[in-house]
């Protein structure tokens, strides 16, 4: 299965969705006013403003948040990405047994494994990969109304590669528990949960005010045409 496979997705297309959300895109300018405004407030510890931006939310994506009835086309997607996942984890032995695949507007766009061990990236997981593809065959850094189907539950790089990417929905079959990783594994979630200086990398800021001098320089540039 590549990007030219002609599979049409039965389920409902952002199109003929009523609760669909409209894509739309913030201008560089109005996003960095708004980042802006917000800095101020932000400190080492990462304590929000106290005064929301006046620029309303960035609508991502489009049918977000929707659980949908899972069709047998969905399940065509998903075994194969499974079978990309048994390819690299069981036949050629190179990586973990992780595959997904992206797909929009009922075409394959990206298909993808694991390549961790191969390429020496510890972000080269099979989601980020799919993502990576599939950008780079639509020309675009964002994805909205694609749906990634993923081999096995996503981890919270995976899943934030996707909600920056705009992607609509994932789908995943096995869950990472059954993937018999150790319970440590896990304990990213509730690190990201935790201030800044409880957590197991505890960030920290410095230089503030030159990093922040940078911003206010781009954010003086004229709008590329």
């Known amino acids: 299965m590549n990007g030219n496979t002609p599979l049409v997705h039965t389920g409902s297309s952002p199109d003929g969705d009523g609760d669909y959300l409209a894509f739309s895109m913030v201008k560089r300018r109005n996003f960095l006013a708004a980042a802006a405004a917000t800095a101020g407030g932000m400190g080492s510890g990462g304590t929000p403003a106290a005064e929301a931006p006046a620029d309303p939310p960035v609508r991502l994506g489009g049918a977000r948040g929707v659980t949908s009835a899972i069709t047998d086309q969905d399940r065509v997607y998903m075994r194969e990405a499974i079978r990309v ?78 909600y920056f990417a705009r992607i609509d929905k994932i789908f995943y079959a096995a869950g990472w528990r059954d993937a018999g990783f150790p319970d440590s594994n896990f304990n990213v979630y509730d690190d990201m949960t935790r201030p800044y200086p409880q957590r197991v990398l505890a960030p920290q800021q410095m230089l503030r005010e030159e990093g ?9 540039l004229p709008e590329k045409p």
């Open 85 to 162: 996942m048994r390819q690299v984890g069981v036949i050629d032995r190179s990586a973990f047994p992780f595959g997904a695949i992206i797909v929009r507007d009922g075409k394959v766009i990206a298909t993808s494994g694991n390549t961790v061990w191969k390429d020496r990236d510890p972000t080269a997981h099979a989601e980020v990969n799919a993502i990576r593809e599939a950008c780079r065959a639509t020309g675009s850094i964002e994805l909205p109304g694609a749906i990634l189907y993923t081999s096995c539950e996503c981890c919270p790089m995976c899943y934030a590669a996707a």
């Open 212 to 220: 922040k001098a940078v911003w206010d320089e781009f954010r003086k």
